[in-house]
């Protein structure tokens, strides 16, 4: 399966025409997902919990790739 990037690449290469009609139908898709699950969102409550008490301190996605990097060194 192609990268996220190759695809976003590739898309935009497209004609104008074509970017808008998947632009539309990307967002049609996103407003047809089904609610979260109750799982979902004890967790979303759980996390938002733990920063919002300072149990845990969150950390930006360039962090995140900087420690992940790291560890696969």
């Known amino acids: 399966m192609a990268a996220v990037s190759e695809i976003i690449q590739e898309v935009l290469n497209l004609p104008r025409t074509d970017r808008s009609y ?4 990307l967002i049609e898709s996103l407003e047809t997902d089904d609610a979260f699950t109750a799982e979902e969102i004890e967790i979303f409550n759980r996390r ?3 920063i919002r008490d300072g149990v845990v301190d ?16």
């Open 48 to 50: 938002s919990r733990e």
């Open 58 to 73: 969150p950390i930006t996605l360039e962090q995140l790739q900087r420690n992940v990097s790291a560890r696969l060194a």
């Open 22 to 25: 998947l632009a539309k139908k």
